[in-house]
């Protein structure tokens, strides 16, 4: 079993699990992913029945082998589900919480396309799944937050090539979200505004840091970026969950979102790279503003910000369109 447990100076919750040493691994990080992924006819998402894989949901609906979006329990899972909620215990000055949660995956059928190349409609529909999935998830009662990122290539953690979505029901609010909502509330408070929908506008009106724009969603390079090349996706309609926004506003996130991941692909020589939805919790946050991340992985960090939390970013953010629009 996982283990959560407190830094009783910081308040911040890590995971302990061993058992993920067990994960297969295809390839080691530096090598190049499409010349080290295993063929085709052995990926264990091709065949979910043959690899054990064995279904939670398959889209279309009773799609059967002819699957487009399948959702299936990570083999080798950070939380395991279990019918009680866990209860924090005390350990001389620690917090400990049982890893008790859950881990799912959510595969595209296509080996090789990730989701810069699949087709806009496809995408499309793969966030409307992923809403459904959370809408499931959080009617856990013990859930407090979904985390739901994408990890592309060996540096961003993935270990399997084929592409998968990840979708983690959390029993706590993770430390960084903590921070986004508590800032976003303290923001609200002090000015009656969300605090992204000002940046949204400020950017818009600066227009200096703009990747992508269409109607309904923003892709900019952060003022205060932590790396290289990072890029926030924004809708520009006020949602601050992203499973209740509707058709169109996902359809033009969709497109910011895969708009970028191509630019990143064609300017920067492919990286691996790392994607993340941020959303209001279960319990909800209405001063909050739903939000894509996109984290290339084109530096590492040193000594100053693992010592100090500081981030040095060598790329100037009012750099990036010129780089990645040129």
Same mark, same amino acid.
């Given at each position: ?24 691994? #295809?390839?080691?990080? &530096? ?17 979910? =029945?043959?690899? &054990? ?57 296509? =080996? ?15 966030f409307k799944v992923f809403g459904e999935e959370y809408s ?55 000015? &009656?505004?969300?605090? =992204? ?17 269409? #109607? ?61 939805? =941020? ?29 100090? &939390? ?17």
């Amino acid at each position: 079993m996982s283990q959560f447990r407190e830094d009783p100076v910081s308040g911040d919750w890590v995971v302990i699990t061993p058992g993920r040493l067990a994960r297969p691994r #295809e390839f080691a990080s &530096g090598e190049d992913r499409k010349n080290r992924a295993l063929p085709r006819e052995e990926c264990p998402f091709e065949d979910l =029945h043959k690899s &054990g894989n064995e279904p939670i949901a398959l889209y279309p609906k009773n799609s059967g082998e002819n699957w487009n979006i399948a959702v299936i329990p990570n083999k080798f899972p950070i939380l395991e589900f279990s019918a009680t909620c866990p209860t924090p215990i005390s350990y001389g000055p620690y917090k400990i919480l049982d890893g008790k949660g859950r881990h799912e995956l959510v595969l595209t059928r296509d =080996h090789d396309k990730n989701f810069a190349h699949i087709s806009g409609e496809e995408a499309f529909i793969l966030f409307k799944v992923f809403g459904e999935e959370y809408s499931r998830l959080t009617q856990d009662p013990c859930v407090e937050y979904v985390s739901l990122f994408h990890a592309w290539g060996p540096a961003a953690g993935a270990s399997i090539y084929h592409p998968h979505y990840q979708m983690l029901a959390l029993p706590i609010i993770p430390p960084h979200v903590r921070g986004s909502l508590d800032g976003s509330k303290r923001y609200y408070e002090k000015n &009656g505004r969300c605090v =992204h929908c000002d940046l949204i506008e400020f950017e818009k009106k600066e227009g200096k840091r703009i990747v992508f724009e269409n #109607e309904m969603a923003l892709a900019v390079a952060p003022f205060a970026s932590r790396q290289p090349f990072e890029i926030r996706i924004f809708p520009k309609i006020h949602t601050p969950d992203f499973k209740s926004a509707d058709a169109g506003l996902l359809r033009g996130v969709t497109e910011a979102l895969q708009k970028t991941l191509q630019l990143l692909e064609e300017k920067l020589k492919d990286p691996d790279y790392n994607f993340f939805i =941020h959303t209001a919790p279960r319990r909800g946050a209405k001063d909050y503003h739903f939000h894509v991340e996109i984290l290339p992985k084109t530096s590492i960090f040193g000594g100053l910000e693992w010592g100090t &939390g500081i981030i040095v970013n060598v790329v100037d953010p009012d750099t990036v369109p010129d780089t990645l629009l040129k």
